[in-house]
């Protein structure tokens, strides 16, 4: 089945740098590729995502590029903040709506 | 604002008894959510999909007597943990997709203590 794997699980910036969160993914028909950031005690919540005819999207200091011929996919944060500091889902969808996520990247920026 | 609300957040339980949870789509219906369980600094597993109006689907290794689920109308699904057991205890999420594209949106969670 379809499996996503993410790296690192744990990152550690100092506040102004940047963050990039890599994943990839097996399933070849996989199409939809979500970021989640997650909060302690709180549930996820969408913060960018990439469709598989695209293959870089850009929000504001977030940016997520897709390769599809490696099956990669990374989320770029720019000019972190310490209210940046969270855990960080990547995920990946092929048709449905069956989300298969990583295993998260807990990001620490420093003040 | 939030679109998918979830309730209790919170509830702690003696082992044995029950536990329903509910998932509520707000200003959007949902013919399909989602039910998460997150244990401490994982991620989030799939337990089942519910359909309104037919069985939920479970994921392998979900035992479907003791994850009940019902979904009985398009904004509402409905999680019951029978006869919870300390093992049980874990952050339950939902989720619904909305939208063209059905992004999927996710409450904020349940967190299950059973004692």
């Known amino acids: 089945g379809e499996n996503v794997e993410q790296h690192p699980s744990t990152l550690s910036v100092q506040e102004g740098d940047s963050a990039v969160i890599k994943c990839t993914y097996s399933?070849?028909?996989?199409?939809?590729f979500p970021w989640y950031k997650q909060e302690l005690g709180k549930g996820p919540q969408l913060i960018i995502d990439?469709?598989?005819?695209?293959g870089e999207k850009k929000d504001q200091r977030i940016a997520v590029t897709l390769n599809k011929t490696a099956k990669h996919f990374s989320l770029h944060i720019t000019e972190t903040q310490p209210e940046d500091s969270a855990v960080y889902f990547c995920?990946?969808?092929?048709?449905?709506?069956?989300?298969?996520f990583g295993a998260g990247t807990r990001l620490f920026v420093k003040a | 604002g939030a679109v998918v609300s979830q309730h209790p957040s919170r509830v702690i339980c003696k082992s044995g008894t029950s536990v329903k949870i509910e998932c509520r789509s707000l200003?959007?219906?949902?013919?399909?959510m989602f039910w998460y369980r997150q244990f401490p600094k994982q991620s989030l597993m799939l337990m089942a999909t519910?359909?309104?109006?037919?069985?939920?689907?479970?994921e392998q290794g979900v035992e479907k007597d003791k994850f009940l689920i019902n979904h009985a109308s398009l904004t509402l699904s409905t999680l019951t943990v029978t006869s919870a057991h300390p093992e049980d205890s874990s952050f339950y999420i939902c989720?619904?997709?909305?939208?063209?594209?059905?992004?999927?949106?996710f409450g904020p969670g349940t967190r299950l203590t059973v004692l």
């Open positions: 995920a990946a969808r092929s048709g449905g709506f069956k989300t298969i």
């Open positions: 399933d070849s028909a996989s199409n939809y």
């Open positions: 519910s359909n309104e109006g037919s069985k939920a689907t479970y």
């Open positions: 200003d959007f219906q949902a013919t399909t």
């Open positions: 989720s619904a997709p909305r939208g063209g594209y059905n992004e999927q949106f």
């Open positions: 990439i469709r598989s005819n695209v």
